[in-house]
């Protein structure tokens, strides 16, 4: 059965000086171990000027929520002082499906371990504030093609159940629906009779 689990509602930043360092604590919500590495990435070459850029995630690895990845690295702080922080900050909130990023401009004084650990859990805790922590069901992808002419009434019930979806018109019209697991099942039902059968589900 699948099961809620607590994660950002969407991604943020906050930053802060401590003692001529700045750190900016970024967070975002992930749905994979890829998401949450190319975002590290992203992050990475978007501040490549900074002296240190510290990843950590948790992620969900599958469906059932039996596998959770986690992941952390100091790059090049002193061993313990930086990765393991963040990565605790969501441990200890129970947050997953989510990867931070504290980047850090160095300001000239050594801040020393207990210092670093500090700076660095208060950036991600910081962040993890600014986005908002909320409960979520594990979801599924369901990929709809239809036709034009049946594509007005599998949008009105896509809006009408409230799920997330990006829609995309070309010779037929798809949409890439994120529906909860347990509701899966039952949606593409109503999809399949709503449209006799003309719909193409993936």
Sequence with gaps: MSRSFRTLAGPATAEFVVQGSEFIGHARPVESVEAAEAFVDWITDEYADATHNVPAYRVRADADGDLLREYSSDDGEPSGSAGKP????????????????????????????????????????????????????????????????????????IESEGHEF??????????????????????????????????DLE
């Design 166 to 199: 990006d829609a995309a018109y070309e010779a037929d019209v798809s949409f890439d629906v994120r529906v909860p697991l347990e509701e899966a099942d039952a949606f593409r039902d109503r999809l399949r009779s709503a449209t006799s059968g003309r719909v």
């Design 86 to 157: 963040a990565l605790n900050v969501l441990t200890q909130q129970d947050i997953e499906n989510v990867a931070v990023v504290v980047t850090r401009y160095y300001g000239g004084t050594n801040l020393g371990v207990g210092g670093l650990v500090r700076a660095y859990s208060r950036a991600v805790k910081d962040a993890i504030e600014e986005a908002d922590v909320i409960e979520q069901r594990p979801q599924e992808h369901v990929a709809v093609t239809v036709e034009y002419d049946d594509s007005g009434t599998v949008r009105g019930i």
